[in-house]
Structure formats: structure tokens, C-alpha cells
T-cell receptor, first 109, second 115 residues
Framework: EDQVTQSPEALRLQEGESSSLNCSYTVSGLRGLFWYRQDPGKGPEFLFTLYSAGEEKEKERLKATLTKKESFLHITAPKPEDSATYLCAVQLYGQNFVFGPGTRLSVLP | NAGVTQTPKFRILKIGQSMTLQCTQDMNHNYMYWYRQDPGMGLKLIYYSVGAGITDKGEVPNGYNVSRSTTEDFPLRLELAAPSQTSVYFC??????????????FGEGSRLTVL
């Protein structure tokens, strides 16, 4: 069964305290891995797509990396406005995405 | 562009009632999706459409129906609402399913409670 897990479930950081979120997957055929940010009461918003192991993408304080079995979202010197739930999703062949349950990040001032 | 617009944002239904969640997008995307999001769970695909007149079941289609008469609109119908359908529903669209242009654009969600 295709499965995506994320850890930790929740993470509290002080402003400026760097950390990483993990997304692990076991799927039959990976086309790509997507990261989304979701603010409370809103829909997910696209951040990154990663296609192959070894690939990295950066956006402001966020950097996403991909290996054959997992992806990491590194957050460098986070600010309170980075507080959100971060979702990863694996795109299988065809239209299907399998979403992880998310990591709820809180950055305290 | 408004993007993906969903209505209503909130709704309370009684068991056995029916309703339609509306979704419209103005990006001329061919692909549209309905997901439900439950606490602690990943988004689950209910139905999707690859273009006007074409729909297909996702992972959790039971108790729902969809139609796609235009490129812009993709309504989700709940027949005989049950407490298990209490959830937050998200409509999404994408330009294609290719890797470099396949990201999903989501609406703000419709929170449904069935009592």
C-alpha cells in the first residue's frame, strides 16, 4: 500500500532556531514529491516539487531535499510567520497524489 | 484571477439531508479534484476530473457524486449525509499532471458538520 508519513507531528521552535521536518514514503511508483504549506482555515499552498534523489530546492528560509525514501524540509532561522502546517505529497503515475498527515510548526517570538 | 473558489465555507447538515458543495476555477485548468481532510489524516481524494464531461472515483468516493459540465465548475454532491462525512472539503485544480506543472491549486475549504 502506498503510504506517506511525516514527523514530527508537531514542532515548536524559538525564532531563529533551525530544524528539519521529515517526510518518508513507501510507494509503488514515484513521479515527484511536493511540499505544501497550510495556514489555519486555508487551503494548502504549493512550495516545492522534487523529481529525483539528490535534488534540492530553496525558497527564502526553506530548503527541501529528496532521497530515495524520504524528503526533508529544512527551516533556517525561522520567523513567527513561518508557523503553519507543512504537508508533503507524493505524486504517483497518473493523477493520484498521496498526502502525508502534516507537521504542525509553531515558531515562537 | 480569483483562483479556486469554494462555497459555502461552513455548513451544518442533519443526517439524511443532501447538499452540493460548489467549486469554480478561473485558471482554465483541465484537472480538478475534491479532497477531504480529517484531523491527523492526510488529504484523501474523493473524485477527480481530467476535463469537461470526464470524472473518475478517487480513494473515498462512497456517499458522494460529481459532475463536470464546464471546464470551470466541479460541484460535489452529498446524498443522504452521514456523521462520517463531517470533514473539511477542499477543491483543487491543476494545469496538467506533468511533474513540472502539476502542482495543485486549492480553494479555501468548506467545513461540513453532519449532526
Amino acid at each position: 500500500e502506498d503510504q506517506v508519513t511525516q514527523s514530527p507531528e508537531a514542532l515548536r521552535l524559538q525564532e531563529g532556531e533551525s530544524s528539519s521536518l521529515n517526510c518518508s514514503y513507501t510507494v509503488s511508483g514515484l513521479r515527484g514529491l511536493f511540499w505544501y504549506r497550510q495556514d489555519p482555515g486555508k487551503g494548502p499552498e504549493f512550495l516545492f516539487t522534487l523529481y529525483s534523489a539528490g535534488e534540492e530546492k530553496e525558497k527564502e528560509r526553506l530548503k527541501a531535499t529528496l532521497t530515495k525514501k524520504e524528503s526533508f524540509l529544512h527551516i533556517t532561522a525561522p520567523k513567527p510567520e513561518d508557523s503553519a502546517t507543512y504537508l508533503c505529497a507524493v505524486q504517483l503515475y497518473g493523477q493520484n497524489f498521496v498526502f502525508g498527515p502534516g507537521t504542525r510548526l509553531s515558531v515562537l517570538p | 484571477n480569483a483562483g479556486v473558489t469554494q462555497t459555502p465555507k461552513f455548513r451544518i447538515l442533519k443526517i439524511g439531508q443532501s447538499m452540493t458543495l460548489q467549486c469554480t476555477q478561473d485558471m482554465n485548468h483541465n484537472y480538478m479534484y475534491w479532497y477531504r481532510q480529517d484531523p491527523g489524516m492526510g488529504l484523501k481524494l474523493i473524485y477527480y476530473s481530467v476535463g469537461a464531461g470526464i470524472t473518475d472515483k478517487g480513494e473515498v468516493p462512497n456517499g458522494y457524486n460529481v459532475s463536470r459540465s464546464t471546464t470551470e465548475d466541479f460541484p460535489l454532491r452529498l446524498e443522504l449525509a452521514a456523521p462520517s462525512q463531517t470533514s473539511v472539503y477542499f477543491c483543487a485544480s491543476s494545469y496538467s499532471i506533468s511533474i513540472n506543472t502539476g502542482e495543485l491549486f486549492f480553494g479555501e475549504g468548506s467545513r461540513l458538520t453532519v449532526l
